[in-house]
């Protein structure tokens, strides 16, 4: 069965649903003040921003050969949303063309830049260095922490299941998982589908006559609120009853992605249960929560309808939303590949369906910047969430695992910051089984932790980020990948100052690992006591890093008792003292990998 479901996603993941438009897309002009650095291994492009882009496509070329898209092999789109982008993918010492293209929307990339060129230097045995500096006395600004206000999960009826995978009770272990988020990380929000699939019994009809029933949607909230989670409600999928065409499904438990056969008897339903929740718990509680429209529905793997009948989907739904109360927030399209925001946004405008939030998602490279869809269509003040984001959209991908995937999670909250809500990771938990359960504890499953419970390097990316203080500091990085390859986050409280470095490269065929790209980096911080006591903590391959430490063990597809205890151990992030001359730190930094820099007063 599950081999079954894996082969069905295969064939369809990559089939988009309609894209043709009513409306254009403006021509951008491409990016200006285009260059291009050969560094060691690696070449760095920088451009000016465009008004308008979401984002930018990088285009290279050999001396002789035509401009085509940089790929950094992430399964997802290549574009990205701002200045810098590092390449990896190029050969050292070969002569290369970049330009840039400015990008509206990710169908459609506009005129290529100015064609500059660039030599990716071949390493010479030492490690370039990277400076950077930390004004630690700067007033600062509020750090964002894109991180906190969501997290994804499997659908929510697993809380109540009592199965088990791998010798450990799924819905014991899921709430596990998301507690732990909430405690550890901060996360407030939990964003799972199928809340209206029939395993929650939502909806049945009785001699053609609709019932709605919500006493199993009522145990799951229940629990997830005693969590101290709320839950952002994707309306979906299809209750089978209510199907146009219950044949029509997706995912090892049959989720159906048909359009209803009575649009009215829809909108009925999702007026009950939005007034349900009001009542059960209150408006004033459940005027913080989200009503999410659908799932990827520009997907035809998850959308068996027209365009044009999802988007009447979304009226029906978002008027049935707002009939309980106008102030409740509603929203779309939750896409693939950032599509169909301009599409729902357009046709809000059309229509006056309200757009409280726009919401998509993306894998393998940091969020675009959908602002200037929002500006484009009108809908400036609506907030930004991507409902979910990761390394990559392939389920059983090994790099899910690795520390590669961890540090991935640090450059894309970095880049997030300030211009998104929520950065949703997809999902807390391999607790997961849209193709099926776990077959073995390391099976490159989507979760922060595994089956048990043992953190992840991704898991471990976030608590280093939610370690980071209140008040961000200026940082300057300068050097061979500076600012591009190595990225740093400075912080202060009241009494600490923490800086989170990290040395990453897009490119998924460097995941495990380049020496090319080792940097010596050099960390300074004028204007600290000296007498302030440091600690590193690391992140980097076979330091935290659960699947090492299980290959060490000779761990089988599950561990046996010890071995649960041995990982449990060797997957720990762990601090270290660390002895500083003056001012400045001297690290090396392999990529993948990150340190988090905390300094305090010493203790008397």
Known sequence: MQRDAKADWDARISVRSDEHREFGFPDLDPPKEVRAVGGVGQVTIEWSPVDGAVGYLILRATEDGPLEPVD????????VPASPYVDTTCTPGTPYRYAVASVPEVTAAGRASEVVGAVPLVADGTDPVVAVMVDAVAE??????????????????????????????????????????????????????????DDTGVYTEVDGEPVHDFTVVDAIYDKLLEIGL??????????????????????????????????????????????????????????????????????????????????GLYDVTAAAVKSVDPRLAVGGPSSAAAGWVDDLLAHAASTNSPVDFVSTHLYGSPPLDVRASLERHGFGDARILWTEWGVTPRHFNPINDSVFSGVFVLRGMRSAAGRVDALSYWVASDHFEELGRPPRLLHGGFGLQTVGGLAKPRYHALSLLSRLGPVELPVTLTGDGGGSLVEAWASRDRDRIAVLIWNLTLDQTKADGSYDLTRSVKVSLPGVDPSWQATATYLAIGVGDLATAAGQLGVGDWPTDDQWRELAERSKLVSEPLTWSGSTFDLTLPMPSAVLLELQPARG
């Not at 950094?72 to 574009?79: A, E, K, T, V, W």
């Not at 906190?148 to 999960?153: D, E, L, Q, R, T």
């Open 140 to 197: 600062g600004n509020e750090l964002p922490r894109p991180w906190a206000p969501m997290i994804g999960s499997e659908r929510l009826s697993q809380l109540l299941c009592k199965d088990l995978t791998g010798g450990r009770e799924i819905g014991a272990e899921l709430e596990q998982a998301l507690r732990r988020t909430h405690d550890e990380i901060g996360v407030r929000t939990v964003r799972a589908h199928a809340i209206f699939h």
């Open 72 to 79: 950094h092999h992430s399964g997802d789109i290549l574009s």
């Open 230 to 311: 709320r839950p952002v409600v994707e309306l979906g999928f299809m209750p089978r009853d209510l199907a146009s065409d219950p044949s029509r499904t997706v995912f090892e438990y049959g989720a159906i992605i048909s359009p209803p056969k009575s649009y009215q008897r829809w909108g009925d339903l999702v007026q009950a249960l939005v007034q349900h929740l009001v009542d059960r718990y209150g408006l004033d509680e459940v005027l913080g929560w989200d009503f999410e429209v659908w799932n990827e529905a520009n997907l035809s793997v998850f959308w068996s309808g027209t365009k044009a009948e999802w988007m």
